[in-house]
DNA sequence: GAGCATATACTCAAATTTGAATACCACTCA
DNA sequence: TGAGTGGTATTCAAATTTGAGTATATGCTC
């Protein structure tokens, strides 16, 4: 998660002090598509001030007082640069969908059936409600966002409806206990194990 | 990326040392769906080890010496307490599907289009090459493992085809340059704009 | 048989992320 | 009137990840 390009790429629009970043992100529903913290956002802040990819273009103290002044930033010559590289290693990275509940599944089967029949059903369910979240984002939204940001809603909803079809598969072999299957290997799984190590695996 | 959940995983299969655990990820072609480097496996497993979760079970000198020992660990009773804890944690997780050019979409229109045009024809070869590897591992291994990682590696399959998917869409909007609009607001998305501020986010 | 890649088996400093805490103001609700 | 909740705006220590480096053995080619 490159905060440097999102807060970079914030930047190139107009200037903005780093609380007004995270508003941003939240108010153009992003959060949902990228994990984000602010403790990351104001160390990457300061980071890109260092080296000079941005700088400070106002420090507004909010009447009132005692609360810490807002430093508003701006995009330097360096940053648009330093944008453009960042843009293209985005591109770059062996990037392929992830999936938190990955992880899960080659467990599960030393886990406790009832909780994870339980643990998959919450997730279908967030799963619908962000579906119909993000549909009515794309709704209000999709005409007027820059192309990018709705393909990317766009795209986030695809996945989501893949998530939901995975899930429901899974529920289903929880629910008739397929899914725990494996524990053992039979010596003809044992031979057949044999031969799948041999699989070429491309370095991920 | 919960590491501790992958070793504590893999030990409750059976003894292992750190090495082994990485060839495991690999010969089981786990790398694919998510990354892991060296340093954090062996990070985690000293962290396991500190907090009693998994125990040195032998330590073997390999012949030829001057190579560092392995040390074999085995998981404890209060590692797979904590195994089943991590398991339902992980499960728990706000979880939803992620792509790494998710975060370059909202910023490809400041971007040089015939670049994002190659870049997103790069990543649409590796998509589909990585979708025959892995239907070519299901095959092999598909009736043999154990259910949850044949549906992990089930599931990473219809992923990728629906990132195919969506990668040939934006393929198709990078060539008619409809990808790169949205520089300026008119008036009325302005209005829009401000209308979909109101819009409720759920906080992820 | 010299050179070179590849596999084994880690180690470590530096970069980054996480999660919690801080402090202040404005609002409501009883 | 004061107690609690939520928004603004950030800081910081601790946890974790990253990326590069180390050192040896083994196999392969020219």
Redesign the pocket.
């Known amino acids: 998660?490159s905060?440097r390009l999102l807060i970079l790429g914030l930047l190139m629009e107009h200037e903005r002090?780093?609380?007004e970043i995270?508003?941003t992100i939240k108010d153009r529903n992003w959060n949902e598509c990228f994990?984000l913290?602010?403790?990351?956002l104001?160390?990457?802040v300061d980071?890109l001030r260092e080296d000079g990819l941005i700088e400070a273009a106002e420090v507004v103290s909010?009447p009132?007082?005692?609360?810490?002044?807002?430093?508003i930033y701006r995009i330097t010559d360096a940053g648009r640069n330093a944008f453009q590289e960042l843009l293209v290693a985005q591109f770059k990275q062996v990037s392929y969908p992830q999936h938190p509940m990955f992880l899960t599944m080659p467990f599960v089967r030393h886990g406790d059936p009832k909780t994870v029949e339980n643990m998959i059903l919450k997730q279908l369910g967030a799963c619908e409600h962000r579906i119909e979240r993000m549909h009515a984002v794309l709704e209000l939204k999709g005409s007027f966002l820059p192309r990018g940001s709705a393909l990317m809603i766009q795209g986030f909803i695809l996945f989501s409806e893949t998530e939901k079809e995975w899930l429901t598969t899974l529920l289903e072999e929880a629910r008739s206990g397929k899914l725990f299957e494996g524990h053992k290997l039979t010596p003809a799984q044992l031979e057949a194990y044999l031969k799948y190590k041999q699989l070429p695996t491309d370095d991920v």
């Open positions: 998660m905060m002090h780093p609380y995270r508003q994990k913290r602010d403790g990351s104001y160390y990457a980071q909010v009132g007082e005692n609360r810490p002044d807002k430093t």
